[in-house]
């Protein structure tokens, strides 16, 4: 009896994913070999989105929504000042200006607020898109159900069984 419960439970356990391993170590190698060449849109980027490591280890939601909208809007903040570094040329003191320019501060922890406001408004928005629908359907059903009492008589409307209706 133990033996068969313990082979159901193996086979109801769902099987684990195998692999994933030599993306990860593919990434990393070319991250090393790539790094002295990228060196200041790295620590650019670090710098920049900061904001979004600060969602990643305050959000406590298992999709991580609110990391993925302030991460997104956070790098959509950072991305001009990217571009800016790799076209004036990518060396520490062209990334140390970007750097020293308030605006580059004020965009990219600008666009990161907005991707909090972004998580705060859209439940509020759609609750309240919802509801005003669900108003106007309550209304149409009324005003069908007064069509229906003009038409077949108040017992159409009514809570009463059927059988105390005949």
Do not use: Y
Request: charged share 20%.
């Amino acid at each position: 009896m133990a033996k068969e419960k313990a082979a159901d439970k193996k086979q109801a356990a769902a099987p684990k994913k195998k692999g994933g391993k030599g993306g990860f170590l593919l990434t990393m190698i070319f991250l090393g070999f790539a790094a002295p060449f990228i060196f200041p849109t790295l620590i650019l980027m670090g710098i920049g989105l900061l904001p979004t490591l600060v969602a990643l280890f305050i959000d406590t939601d298992r999709e991580h929504s609110t990391t993925a909208a302030i991460g997104a809007m956070n790098c959509a903040g950072l991305s001009p000042f990217l571009i800016d570094l790799w076209v004036k040329g990518q060396n520490m003191s062209n990334m140390f200006a970007i750097l020293r320019d308030t605006s580059t501060w004020l965009v990219t922890l600008g666009a990161a607020f907005i991707g909090q406001l972004i998580v705060f408004a859209i439940p509020q928005t759609m609750v309240i898109i919802t509801i005003a629908r669900l108003e106007l359907r309550v209304r149409t059903l009324k005003s069908n159900l007064e069509q229906l009492k003009t038409t077949w008589g108040p017992d159409v409307a009514s809570n009463k069984a059927l059988e105390k209706i005949r």
